[in-house]
């Protein structure tokens, strides 16, 4: 009972903490029917319920403990408490919450701004541009956590029963969305987004840079799956004007003000005196102390008398004189809600050059990428620029490793450790059922059956009255990418 009362608590608080000033939620009283709005308005306030979906109750904690990136520490009283998503057991308001802020809030938001935009006089083609860049993402998310959602029909008022596409589909939607974006921009129009901008305030470099990161994110999601994506990843690399920097990351940070906190540090500090209710997993655990990671200490807060950084089995029992917790500095009042970082772009094309994908194998090219990939995840999370260059190039030489693809998979998951729904689907993608990096094993307490795949559809109004609506699917049962 402790638990669940702290769990509901939970999501009530993450729903006020809002990062943005009161301008950016200056919108209508209905999102769904805004009245003579300015686009920037519906774009600022999707972003802002987009950023806080991710970042919160109802997506960060159940991916992050059904995808074991963290552990809920059993039965330790300071801990999150079982049963809980860990355990496979899910609260109907993460999937009802979820699909509310993709589709009928932040989806609906950004296509009316986009619509809107476009037929304004002078049309204003780099804020619908900018719309279709964080409509893609949204999508994106939103199809990798339910699966088939409706795409082509969607957001028309015309249509009372969108139907739902398949995800293959989706996909390629998305795409064609994302060029258009691309087709649309105009750097030298003053004509954009940028005071409500929270992303790169109006820098339409850098948007485009993003349009195309992102595009090449959604091919590596679907090229194991169809394998003739691999052309347009090879194309995507040769063409560059990708994220290059850290400079590019497409990120929005939280501060340190009442109101506006991170909801992750903002939860243990109020209901848990500052400490927080996770414990580190073994699976992220092990494998950095097993390289004395640098980061290990910014991830996690280890015991007074433990002798290192110790995760748990998922599920199981935390120990407070043993095991690490997440750390305050990782999950600080003013850390940001990242969707795509320089370093992630990196580990993408390490994978790309050690795999072909489109291009010639090289493994060298591939040990470089690596390497630089880990060197910039460890200087985002704060460790300093000499000691995370020397930890990077003391790591194995992809030539030296058996497995060299599983070895840059691994790293990227841990990078993405404090991006619950990003580290799910990297993990999906990572390898067929049995062979996905890490290789995960049920969760203590979970029951018997296959693990974790999928949030279920919710059972709101608007899907209970739709025809076209999928029937329930079951959490552990794997989506179209998901081999």
Not at 103 to 127: D, R, V
Request: glycine fraction near 6%; charge should be negative.
């Amino acid at each position: 009972m402790k638990k669940r009362l702290i769990y509901f608590a939970g999501v009530a608080l993450l729903s006020l903490a809002l990062p943005s000033c009161k301008k950016y939620l200056d919108i209508n009283k209905s999102p769904n029917s805004a009245e003579n709005p300015d686009p920037k308005l519906l774009f600022s306030n999707a972003s802002t319920q987009y950023i806080n979906l991710r970042s919160g109750g109802d997506m960060y904690i159940p991916m992050a403990l059904a995808g074991q990136l963290i552990a809920d520490g059993g039965n330790n009283p300071t801990g999150w408490g079982i049963p809980s998503a860990q355990e496979y057991t899910f609260s109907v308001f993460n999937y009802n919450n979820s699909w509310n802020t993709y589709y009928l809030s932040s989806g609906t938001n950004l296509k009316q701004a986009i619509t809107i935009s476009e037929s304004a006089t002078p049309k204003n083609n780099n804020a619908a541009a900018q719309s279709k860049v964080l409509l893609a993402q949204v999508v994106y998310d939103l199809t990798t956590v339910f699966g088939d959602v409706p795409f082509s029909e969607a957001w028309r008022p015309d249509i009372s029963y969108p139907k739902f596409d398949a995800q293959k589909d989706v996909f390629l939607g998305i795409v064609a969305l994302l060029n258009e974006a691309l087709a649309q921009f105009d750097e030298a129009s003053v004509l954009k987004i940028s005071d409500y901008d929270l992303f790169y305030k109006g820098d339409i470099a850098k948007w485009k840079r993003l349009a195309k990161s992102l595009k090449l994110r959604v091919l590596m999601t679907m090229v194991d799956k169809d394998p003739t994506q691999a052309a347009a990843i090879g194309q995507l690399i040769a063409a560059g004007g990708l994220v290059n920097s850290a400079a590019d990351n497409f990120k929005v940070a939280y501060q340190n003000v009442s109101g506006r906190k991170n909801p992750k540090f903002a939860l243990s500090e109020q209901y848990n005196s500052g400490e927080s209710f996770f414990f580190a997993s073994k699976y992220v655990a092990d494998f950095m102390r097993g390289l004395d990671d640098p980061r290990l200490p910014k991830f996690f807060a280890k015991p007074a008398a433990a002798d290192n950084y110790y995760g748990i089995q998922p599920g199981e029992d935390g120990d407070d004189d043993h095991d690490s917790r997440i750390s305050s500095l990782l999950q600080s009042a003013d850390a940001p809600e990242v969707m795509f970082s320089y370093q992630e772009q990196l580990f993408f094309e390490a994978e790309i050059q050690a795999r072909g994908i489109g291009v010639p194998v090289s493994l060298s090219n591939a040990n470089t990428l690596y390497k630089k990939a880990v060197e910039e995840s460890c200087k985002f999370y704060g460790v300093s620029a000499a000691t995370a260059a020397s930890f990077a190039a003391g790591l194995p030489d992809l030539s030296t490793v058996a497995a060299p693809v599983k070895l840059i998979h691994y790293h990227q998951w841990v990078d993405l450790m404090d991006r619950g729904g990003d580290a799910f689907i990297q993990w999906r993608r990572s390898g067929p059922d049995g062979d996905e990096v890490p290789l995960l094993t049920l969760p203590t307490g979970a029951p018997a059956g296959a693990l974790f795949r999928r949030y279920e559809y919710p059972s709101t109004n608007e899907l209970s009255v739709n025809p076209n609506a999928p029937a329930t699917v079951k959490f552990n049962v794997k989506m179209w990418f998901d081999l």
